[in-house]
C-alpha cells in the first residue's frame, strides 16, 4: 500500500515555474514507476509525465517536453514534476500516481496502470 501527497501547486504567470512534489508513505516506494496526470476544467484525466522505479526512464506528454521535468528520490520516497515556461492551457488539478513495476523499466501511460493515487494540487496559469 502506497499513499500519495501532493503539494506546490499555486497561481503562476504565464511564463513561469512551478514544482510540483508528490511525498509517499508506504513500503516499496522504490520499486514503483511514478506519473504525473492532471485533469483540466472540463476535460478527462490525461498524462503528463513518468519516470521509472530507478529514474533511469522517462516520458512525457508532447505538449509539456521541452518544458516540464521529471525527477525522484528513492532515499526520501518523493517524486517530482518541474514546470518551467508554464501556459494557461497548463491549469489543472495535477494527481501523482504510483504503478507497481515490478522491477521493469518499462514506463506505464496510462491511469489504469497505476494503483495509487494523490488527491491532486491545482495549478492555475493567469495573468
Known amino acids: 500500500q502506497v499513499q500519495l501527497v501532493e503539494s506546490g501547486g499555486g497561481l503562476v504567470q504565464p511564463g513561469g515555474s512551478l514544482r510540483l512534489s508528490c511525498a509517499a508513505s508506504?513500503?516499496?516506494?522504490?520499486?514503483?514507476?511514478m506519473g504525473w496526470f492532471r485533469q483540466r476544467p472540463g476535460k478527462e484525466r490525461e498524462f503528463v509525465a513518468a519516470?521509472?522505479?530507478?529514474?533511469?526512464?522517462?516520458y512525457f506528454q508532447d505538449s509539456v517536453k521541452g518544458r516540464f521535468a521529471i525527477s525522484r528520490d528513492n532515499a526520501k520516497n518523493m517524486a517530482y514534476l518541474q514546470m518551467n515556461s508554464l501556459k494557461p492551457e497548463d491549469t489543472a488539478v495535477y494527481h501523482c500516481?504510483?504503478?507497481?513495476?515490478?522491477?521493469?523499466?518499462?514506463?506505464?501511460?496510462?491511469?489504469?496502470?497505476?494503483?495509487?493515487w494523490g488527491q491532486g494540487t491545482q495549478v492555475t496559469v493567469s495573468s
Open positions: 519516470i521509472s522505479w530507478s529514474g533511469g526512464s522517462t
Open positions: 500516481a504510483a504503478a507497481d513495476q515490478d522491477g521493469k523499466e518499462e514506463i506505464p501511460l496510462y491511469s489504469y496502470q497505476y494503483a495509487y
Open positions: 508506504g513500503r516499496a516506494f522504490s520499486s514503483y514507476a
